[in-house]
């Protein structure tokens, strides 16, 4: 029987298992020493066990950039940087791929051209047509890219078909009004997409890999259909391709594909359906994060292959792990994009929220240190985050944790419907625990008088840090020791408490989470009811797979208040506010702002907006109006030790605290001790 670990004969080459680190841009590409950094990154991950890597995507020329300085292959004097990382793979065992992305419409310059003369919604720049003579020269321009590729010591190119990018963009009639030979019949729209890949088979001979990244399904209004779909998947082989890799759903359709509320393995289906057309393997992808799902999909015949990207940043060692039955000791990919995507979209170096040295590798040296003795106050995010690099370092680690339970706010997060792999990276950080034998003592609450006894000579920790977390402001509001009132911690540890109309004060990501878990009535949507929210048709009736979405019941009717005049919710992330604001409007939640809040009496709230002073009728008003930094052990213990103690976290700084920050500070500490 197939497993992840049967080698995958391509002909010309075989790959050694069936893993493929999907493509990421990561930022290094254009930054400064940035294929030095990008080739330990790699590294580490082909050291990790994965077969295939494909790179983030490479424009084949200019107005194909993704950004004004966009990365680019296109001179064979850019070869030589590419071979550091092409060297660095190859050294430790694994096979790359590099991705030759034309961003079309989709680029963020004025250069752009695409099928016609369209504007995408996610770009400020409107896409020139592009001309025949010009279709003629990117059609060389990708098949150079692919020769430099190749001698750079690329083992093949990916083809980067999906995502409503270049090509995807002349398949689709939504953005294809041509009327030349590259527009009107499918097997017009087609035509750039067979010129290209014959184009590159050409120039690179037999043995090297070809995958086309298609779109399988685009969910888009008048995105491709599912025959036009199959009619270019059988014709891939023919046209010099060795694996189709599923793309799904352009980048400005606004339903999810890759958050963490998107079910696991969601879009797999549509991967089986298309293998069922085609000779030549399929990968299949998208919210793929865990050992038990790509064992399934492959010993299954779903697909020949998994594609995980994320997964990739989260943990190096993901392959190695599965393959060692070692599955507890993944650090999971909790899709939340929050340093990944969304550090993209900041022109920031991509990272990971789980896993902060992603893409930093070679700010980290993980060789051993001298072994201290250290006292970590606190068994959330950041005292965890710590601890365990602190104890893999080799030092020895005790932690005192007051409650009955590791993990901290996580604890919230992962009881919120949509957010459940919080679970994952507490599963994480027990299994650790245990790993690197970390003294945990819970149910410990710790106060002055128990650190003074430490502060004497000879007594006590080499080193003590405080990771006590934050506590939920409760804002001076007339009637706030209301029975009504409740923080956000009790109304999501006990969401049955809470009446059918709720008042949320405080409209940051906890507000929009509190609302999250009152609106729903069980914590798991299945895929179904995902597909049916969003309006995603799985039987695929009309083009690009979309539906009319199915409206939500609300369990009850939920005010959310903030006294900002700005958007709910704008200090979200990026890739994911969007998706939470969508979510509450379609469960008709009323987002008001601008509010000033007057009095909390036995009706209700009463506050003052658009000049007149309302009175919101609930029965229960919670408050997500933020935290304060819990630190005064901290500030007390400081006279007492008279030695080494640090603060990080929460209770450094409760003001923005997230969890990225959190567990960065952890394992940046535990490197500088
Ligand atoms: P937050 O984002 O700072 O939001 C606090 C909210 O409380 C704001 O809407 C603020 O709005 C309001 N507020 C502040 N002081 C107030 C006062 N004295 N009286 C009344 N209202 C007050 O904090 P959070 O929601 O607690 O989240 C904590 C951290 O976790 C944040 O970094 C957040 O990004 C992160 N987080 C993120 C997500 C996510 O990305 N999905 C989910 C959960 C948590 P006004 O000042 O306008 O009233
Ligand atoms: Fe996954 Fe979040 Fe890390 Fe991105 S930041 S790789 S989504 S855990």
Redesign the pocket.
Known sequence: MTDLFTPLDLGHTTLKNRFLMGSMHTGLEEAKDGFHKMAEFYAQRARGGVGLIVTGGIAPNLQGRLSPFGTQLSFPWQVKKHKKVTKAVHENGSKICLQILHAGRYGYHPLIVSASNTKAPISPFKARKITKLEIKKTIFDFANTARLAQKAGYDGVEIMGSEGYFLNQFLAPKTNLRKDEYGGSFENRSRIVQEVIQAIRKKVGEKFIIIYRLSMIDLIKDGQSLEEVITLAKSLKDLGVDIINTGIGWHEARIPT???MVPRAAFVFISQQIKKEVSIPVITTNRI?NGDDAKKIVSEGIADMVSM??????DPDLVAKIEQNRDSEIN????????????IFKNKI??????PK?CHETEFKNSKTSSKNILVLGAGPAGLAFSIEAASLGHRVTIVEKNTEIGGQFNLAKVIPGKE?FHE?IRYFETMIKKYEIDLKLNTPITIEDLKPLGQFGQGYDEYVFSTGVVPRVPQIKGIENKKVLTYPEAIRNPDQVGKRVAIIGAGGIGFDTAEILLHSQSTDSVQEFFDHWGIDSLYKERGAIKSKVKPSPKREIFLLQRKTSKHGAGLGKTTGWIHRQSLKDHEVQMLGGVKYKEINDQGLVIDHENQEKLLEVDNIILCSGQYSDNKLYSDSKSVLKKRTHLIGGAKLAQEIDA?RAIDEGVRLAHSL
């Open positions: 890759i958050a963490t994060n990207a994320r997964p990739f940043l989260a999971t990919c909790i899709a939340c994009n929050q340093a990944c995507l969304d550090h991509c990272s990971c929220l789980v896993n992603a792999e990276t990225k």
